[in-house]
T-cell receptor, first 113, second 110 residues
Framework: DGGITQSPKYLFRKEGQNVTLSCEQN?????MYWYRQDPGQGLRLIYY???????QKGDIAEGYSVSREKKESFPLTVTSAQKNPTAFYLC????????????FGAGTRLSVL | GQQLNQSPQSMFIQEGEDVSMNCTSS?????WLWYKQDPGEGPVLLIA?????ELTSNGRLTAQFGITRKDSFLNISASIPSDVGIYFC??????????FGDGTTLTVKP
């Protein structure tokens, strides 16, 4: 099946620890995105990548890092510098052509122990 | 950056009633999108609008791209229990990057 796969579904972080959230897509999409969602709020853009080996900061990039070494993969690392990491993280992708529609993964819920 | 005002924030309706929600912006967009999110899942696209004035339907859902390009509405007719969820609008000016509203939480009472 084609789609966007996020893993794990649930993740727990200890204080001072870095954790990495996985996002893989087999849709052959050029662009990929990471969003953070807090209860009762919309989606806030963390990082995005429009092409392999290139990425840009979104609105709330501090405390996060990404890489885009392969077209199908866009992992997000939540570093120890992110003091309030508890949230629902969503990965999305789109083809990179006109009439761009973002398609979302099922999300990863990150909690702090 | 651009911001979207989505309203209402929440709605509690009886099964069978019609629903209307909207998004407004101080900036223009070239594309408006409406998504639905079920609890603990990612948003799923409902309707995409690409031209000012465009009116598009998807089953019981109807959405319109405002003529000023600064607003959009979504209507749901004859609501059913599975319509429960959070509905998000999103505007795009340039290819790909979307600005999202804060969502409308819909509760449908049987």
């Amino acid at each position: 099946d084609g789609g966007i796969t996020q893993s794990p579904k649930y993740l727990f972080r200890k204080e001072g620890q870095n954790v990495t959230l996985s996002c893989e897509q087999n849709l052959n999409h050029d662009a990929m995105y990471w969003y953070r969602q807090d209860p009762g709020q919309g989606l806030r853009l963390i990082y995005y990548s429009q092409i392999v080996n290139d990425f840009q900061k979104g609105d709330i990039a501090e405390g996060y890092s990404v890489s885009r070494e392969k077209k199908e993969s866009f992992p997000l690392t939540v570093t120890s510098a992110q003091k309030n990491p508890t949230a629902f993280y969503l990965c999305a992708s789109h083809p990179g052509k006109s009439k761009n529609i973002q398609y979302f993964g099922a999300g990863t819920r990150l909690s702090v122990l | 950056g651009q911001q979207l005002n989505q309203s209402p924030q929440s709605m509690f309706i009886q099964e069978g009633e019609d629903v209307s929600m909207n998004c407004t912006s101080s900036s223009i967009f070239n594309t408006w999108l409406w998504y639905k999110q079920d609890p603990g899942e990612g948003p799923v696209l409902l309707i995409a609008l690409y031209k000012a004035g465009e009116l598009t339907s998807n089953g019981r859902l109807t959405a319109q791209f405002g003529i000023t390009r600064k607003d959009s509405f979504l209507n749901i007719s004859a609501s059913i229990p599975s319509d429960v969820g959070i509905y998000f609008c999103a505007g795009q000016l340039n290819a790909g990057k979307s600005t999202f509203g804060d969502g409308t939480t819909l509760t449908v009472k049987p």
